[in-house]
C-alpha cells in the first residue's frame, strides 16, 4: 500500500504524474531489496522448524513446506490488488512509455543518419535496460510474470498497429508490408529482449516473440488491405504492391473467410445494388474483370475469385444488355475500355496430363507440393476440375455456354457488315480469326461465311459499275438505263445470316430505277441469278443545305424517303404513327419543323437550321432511328417465338437427371413436337437455351444443359 501511495498519493489514476515511470521502477527495485530480505528470513526460519520437527520425529505441516514461496505469492496478490487501478493497466503504461521512449530514440537516429550500431542497448544505454530488467525481475519475484508478459505484449501491439495506421499512406502503389516487418525487427522486438534476463530460457522466449509479431504484422496489414481492397481492384494495375501484400498476408495468416465476406459485402454495397443509382452494365464488366485480374495476383490457384465472383456472374446475368457488353466490349479495339486486348493474350491452358508424361519434372513438383482447398473456403467447381483463370473463358462462362456468346457475336458482326458502305472488313476479320482460336472454325463458320459474302460483293460491285454497255442485251442498250455509279449492294447468303423481320415501304420511284438497274445488271453478270432488295436494311449518304448551313449524314433509307417524298409521304404506305415516330429523327436534326394547328399536326420543311437543332458535318443517324428492325429486336422477336417450346424442353429434362447435349435437345424437338410444329435451326435453339440460362431456369456445363 506504502508503494502505491508514493507512486500515486490521493488520486486515482497514476497517468496523472509526468515522472511516475521513474518512480514506479525505483520503487520496485525498493520492493524487490526489502522482499529478498523477508524470503530469505522466512526461508531460514522454514528450514529451522523443518529441522527441529525432523529432530523429534514429527511430520512438518504442510504449511512448512515452500513457506517462502508462499508468502512471495501472498506479498505479489497484496501488491496487485492495493494498486489504484488495475495492475495491467499499470504495466501496460509503463510499457508503452518505455516504449515510445525507445522508438523515439530509434527514429531520432535514423533521421540523423547516424554511425551503425550493433544492438539497441548501445543505443539507449545501460541504464535504460537496466531500468527494464529491474521491473521484469521485481515481478518474477512477485509470481506476476505471467500478468507482465501479457501486459508488455498489449503495449507492443497497440504501439505497432498505432505505427501502422500513421504510416500507411493512401495509394497502392508501395508496399507496407515489407517497411512494417522491418520496424517491428528493428524497434519493438529489441525491446521485448530488453526487458528478459539473460539465458537460455530468455533466447526462447525471444523466438516466441519473433513469430508471434511476425504473424501479428501479417494479421494486421491483412486486415488493413483486406478494407481496402475493392479500391485496390478499381486502381488496378497501379496497385499491384498492395495486391502482393494481401497476397502474402492471407498466405501467413487465416484471413481467407475475413476476405470473402469483407470484399463481398464491399461488391454488394458499392456495385451490384439496384435503382436509380446503379452502375452501368459496361462498368460492372469491367470492374468483374478487374477483380479476376487481382484475384489472379492473389490467388492464382481461383479459390478465393470463385468464392466471391458468383454474386457477380449472377447479378450480370439479370440485366438483359450483358451479353450485348461482352461482346462489344471484346471485339471493338478502338474503346479505352474495351476487352479486345484480352483476344490476344493466349488462353490458359486447362492440360489434361497423361499417365506417361512421367518426363513432366515440374508437374511432377507440383503434384508433390500440392495442398488441399481450405476448408473453410471449399469452393471447387462441380466436376473437380481445375479452375481456369483466363477472362475470356469466365466472361462466356457467366450464361454456363458459349453459344449465347457466339449467336449474340453473330448478330452484332451482321449489324455492323450491314450498315458499311465501303466493305472495308479488315478489322472484323482480325476479331474473327482471333475467336477462332477460341471457340473453333465449326462454331464460327456462320460468321467466316458472312465475310465472304462482303468481299464477294465489292468485287461484283466493282464489276457492275464496270460493265461496258456492249455487255448489255439489245433490248436494255434500247432503253435509257439509270445511273449505277452512286448505288451499291451487299449481296448477303441469307441461310446464314440472322433473321431480320422486314420493314416495307415504298421506295421512291427515281431510287427504284437505280435499284432495277443495278439488279439489271448483276442478272447478266450472274445469270440465273436474281436480286431481292431489302431496302430497309440499307444506308444512305446524303448532303443537306438548310439556308446557309450544310449537313453530311448517313441515314437509313425510309428517312431518306420521308425527305425525297415530303409531300407525298402516304405514298411511302407508312401509318400515320410509324411515319411520326421517323419524322422525328429530322425534327431533332433542325430540318422539319412540327406545329399543332386546329385540323391537326403540321410539317414543313426549315429555311435555316433551328436552334439547337443540326449537329453538324459527319453526324451518323443509323444508331438514332430507335423505330428502325435490328438484329437485336429480331432476336428477341425469335425468342418470343422459341417461347412455345420452353414446356417441351423442361420436360425433357426433368426426365433425364444428367441433361442433354444442344444438338439431342434439337433432334427430340423435330421427333415428338408437332403442334406447334417444331420448324427452328439449331442455332435457334442455341439462344433460346442460352437466354433460358440467363434467366435461371438451366444450366450448362461443358455444353450439357440441366434444369436448375
Known amino acids: 500500500m506504502q508503494f502505491w501511495e508514493r507512486l500515486s498519493p490521493h488520486r486515482t489514476s497514476i497517468a496523472e504524474n509526468d515522472d511516475w515511470s521513474d518512480t514506479f521502477t525505483s520503487g520496485l527495485r525498493e520492493l524487490t531489496g526489502v522482499l529478498k530480505r523477508h524470503c530469505q528470513l522466512v526461508e531460514l526460519l522454514s528450514n529451522q522448524l523443518l529441522a527441529n520437527r525432523a529432530a523429534a520425529a514429527e511430520t512438518p505441516p504442510a504449511s512448512l513446506i515452500g513457506l517462502a514461496a508462499n508468502y512471495r505469492r501472498a506479498v505479489g496478490a497484496a501488491f496487485a490488488s492495493s494498486a489504484p487501478v488495475s495492475l495491467a493497466g499499470v504495466l501496460e503504461q509503463h510499457y508503452t512509455h518505455s516504449l515510445e521512449e525507445f522508438s523515439t530514440a530509434h ?235 484480352e483476344l490476344t493474350q493466349p488462353a490458359d491452358e486447362e492440360g489434361e496430363g497423361s499417365d506417361d508424361d512421367v518426363e513432366d519434372w515440374d508437374g511432377l513438383q507440383a503434384a508433390l507440393e500440392w495442398k488441399p482447398d481450405p476448408v473453410e473456403v471449399g469452393m471447387i467447381d462441380s466436376q473437380g476440375r481445375e479452375r481456369s483463370l483466363d477472362i475470356i473463358s469466365m466472361l462466356v462462362g457467366i450464361y454456363g455456354s458459349k453459344e449465347l456468346f457466339i449467336n449474340e457475336y453473330r448478330s452484332l458482326l451482321a449489324e455492323k457488315l450491314l450498315g458499311k458502305t465501303d466493305y472495308e472488313c479488315d478489322r472484323e476479320i482480325r476479331t474473327l480469326e482471333l475467336l477462332k482460336l477460341r471457340f473453333g472454325e465449326a462454331n464460327l463458320h456462320n460468321c467466316e461465311v458472312m465475310l465472304k459474302d462482303v468481299a464477294d460483293s465489292k468485287r461484283v460491285n466493282g464489276n457492275i459499275k464496270d460493265m461496258p454497255a456492249a455487255a448489255m442485251s439489245p433490248l436494255r442498250r434500247a432503253r435509257r438505263e439509270a445511273p449505277v455509279a452512286h448505288t451499291s449492294a451487299t449481296i448477303i447468303s441469307a441461310l446464314f445470316w440472322p433473321t431480320v423481320p422486314e420493314e416495307k415501304f415504298a421506295v421512291p420511284p427515281e431510287v427504284q430505277e437505280q435499284l432495277d438497274a443495278y439488279a439489271g445488271r448483276f442478272f447478266v453478270l450472274k445469270t440465273p441469278r436474281k436480286l431481292l432488295w431489302r431496302p430497309d436494311l440499307g444506308a444512305v449518304s446524303l448532303t443537306l443545305t438548310v439556308g446557309d448551313d ?136 442455341a439462344t433460346f437455351l442460352g437466354q433460358l440460362v440467363a434467366d435461371e431456369k438451366l444450366s450448362c456445363e461443358a455444353g450439357v444443359f440441366r434444369k436448375r
Open 107 to 341: 527514429r531520432s537516429h535514423e533521421e540523423g543518419e547516424g554511425e551503425l550500431l550493433d544492438s539497441a542497448e548501445e543505443l539507449m544505454g545501460a541504464e535504460y535496460v537496466e531500468r527494464l530488467q529491474s521491473v521484469t525481475e521485481a515481478l518474477e519475484l512477485l509470481g506476476l510474470e505471467e500478468e507482465a508478459a501479457a501486459a508488455c505484449m498489449t503495449a507492443v501491439g497497440r504501439h505497432v498497429r498505432q505505427h501502422l495506421k500513421s504510416t500507411m499512406q493512401a495509394t497502392f502503389s508501395c508496399s507496407i508490408l515489407d517497411p512494417a516487418l522491418a520496424y517491428v525487427d528493428a524497434v519493438p522486438l529489441p525491446f521485448l529482449q530488453m526487458t528478459q534476463l539473460t539465458g537460455a530460457a530468455a533466447k526462447r522466449q525471444a523466438e516466441l516473440w519473433a513469430a508471434m509479431l511476425g504473424y501479428f504484422v501479417y494479421d494486421t496489414v491483412g486486415a488493413m488491405r483486406i478494407a481496402q481492397f475493392f479500391d485496390m481492384v478499381v486502381d488496378w494495375p497501379d496497385s499491384l504492391p498492395a495486391l502482393r501484400d494481401v497476397k502474402e498476408c492471407l498466405a501467413h495468416t487465416n484471413l481467407q473467410p475475413h476476405f470473402i465476406s469483407s470484399f463481398r459485402t464491399a461488391t454488394q454495397q458499392r456495385l451490384l445494388h439496384a435503382g436509380m443509382a446503379c452502375a452501368a452494365t459496361l462498368d460492372i464488366l469491367t470492374q468483374y474483370v478487374n477483380t479476376i485480374k487481382a484475384l489472379k495476383e492473389v490467388d492464382p490457384r481461383g479459390i478465393l475469385l470463385t468464392a466471391v465472383g458468383e454474386p457477380i456472374k449472377a447479378y450480370l446475368r439479370g440485366r438483359p444488355d450483358t451479353i450485348r457488353c461482352i461482346v462489344h466490349s471484346l471485339t471493338d479495339d478502338n474503346a479505352d475500355d474495351s476487352l479486345f486486348g
Open 550 to 685: 450544310t449537313l453530311d449524314l448517313t441515314v437509313t433509307p425510309l428517312q431518306a424517303a420521308i425527305l425525297m417524298q415530303f409531300r407525298l409521304a402516304h405514298a411511302l404506305g407508312l401509318s400515320a404513327e410509324a411515319l411520326r415516330a421517323r419524322i422525328m429523327f429530322w425534327i431533332n436534326q433542325g430540318v422539319i419543323a412540327e406545329a399543332r394547328t386546329a385540323a391537326g399536326l403540321l410539317y414543313t420543311r426549315c429555311e435555316s437550321l433551328a436552334a439547337g437543332g443540326g449537329r453538324g458535318s459527319g453526324a451518323v443517324a443509323m444508331e438514332e432511328d430507335d423505330a428502325a428492325p435490328t438484329i437485336s429486336r429480331a432476336q428477341g422477336h425469335a425468342l418470343q417465338e422459341m417461347a412455345v417450346y420452353e414446356q417441351f424442353v423442361m420436360g425433357m429434362l426433368t426426365n433425364f437427371d444428367g441433361g442433354l447435349a444442344l444438338d439431342r435437345i434439337h433432334n427430340m424437338l423435330k421427333m415428338f413436337v408437332v403442334d406447334p410444329p417444331y420448324d427452328k435451326s439449331a442455332e435457334q435453339l
